[in-house]
């Protein structure tokens, strides 16, 4: 495929370039040790993160679709992950939530050769990020990571009223960084809410798929098993 010519890249943050899986099962193996979850029944720190990210993302799609709110998908999620192990619930869940939350956005580790690929692509374009996630810890992510710099807007759902896969939040990303769709590529894991969304704008679309049999097909501009393969588009 010829080279596009684009201005303005949109990047996807969790599972694109943050390395959401690393950094989670890091802070889980430390919240099972700090709160000793073995003596209420939590076997092993593996079977804590097997569950939570089994549990994160059931909880994501509902509140990707708005059927709950961020307060709910929080409250929730450690009581879900007790409730799927077979364990009591613990008084401790709000606990182990503000745990979670206060160190897990400080976890620095980005997916290979996001640096390499950003450092590549920053002095050709004007990239930005475009967030469902939490606006609170988005940003401690980005400067934990060391992404800030290479980021002119950050535009999260609660900052545009809307959430991908949804139109508005797309527009108001392109409005915000003042370009149109057709010199805008999106950058992204989720099919629906990455590829499906930028697509349904009229924006390109690459599609991030690191782990191809676990990633659902999906029609997309660009196909990619490593972030460093953009660099023969870009």
């Known amino acids: 495929m010829p080279k596009t010519v684009y201005k303005h890249l949109f990047f996807d943050l969790d599972h694109t370039l943050w390395d959401f899986e690393r950094n989670t099962n890091e802070t889980l193996v430390e919240l099972f040790e700090t709160f ?3 003596k209420i029944g939590v076997k092993s720190a593996e079977d804590l993160q097997a569950t939570f990210h089994r549990v ?6 509902l509140h990707d679709t708005r059927q709950i709110s961020q307060e709910e998908l929080r409250s929730r999620r450690f009581r879900q992950v ?3 192990l077979g364990c009591p619930e613990d008084s401790s869940c709000d606990e182990w939530t503000d745990w979670y939350l206060a160190n897990c956005p400080y976890k620095p ?3 290979p050769g996001a640096l390499e690929l950003l450092d590549y692509l920053a002095p050709r374009y004007d990239m930005h990020i475009i967030t469902n996630g939490f606006g609170d810890v988005q940003y401690i992510k980005m400067d934990s990571s060391g992404l800030t710099g290479y980021f002119k ?3 999260t759902s609660k900052r545009a009223g809307a959430k991908k896969p949804e139109p508005e939040m ?3 990303a392109m409005t915000a960084a003042g370009c149109t769709a057709c010199e805008s590529l999106m950058i992204g894991d989720n099919p629906e809410a990455d590829v499906a969304g930028a697509l349904g704008v009229g924006m390109h679309a690459a599609y991030f798929r690191p782990r191809q049999s ?3 097909e999906r029609e997309a501009t660009y196909q990619l098993s490593s972030l460093l393969e953009l660099k023969q588009w870009l």
Not at 56 to 61: K, P, T, V
Request: hydrophobic residues 50%; charged residues 25%.
């Open 153 to 155: 807007e950050v535009i």
């Open 36 to 38: 000793d979850l073995r």
């Open 109 to 111: 580790h980005l997916l």
């Open 82 to 84: 007790l409730e799927v």
């Open 170 to 172: 797309f527009q108001y």
């Open 214 to 216: 676990l990633y659902p």
């Open 56 to 61: 994160n993302a059931e909880l994501w799609e």
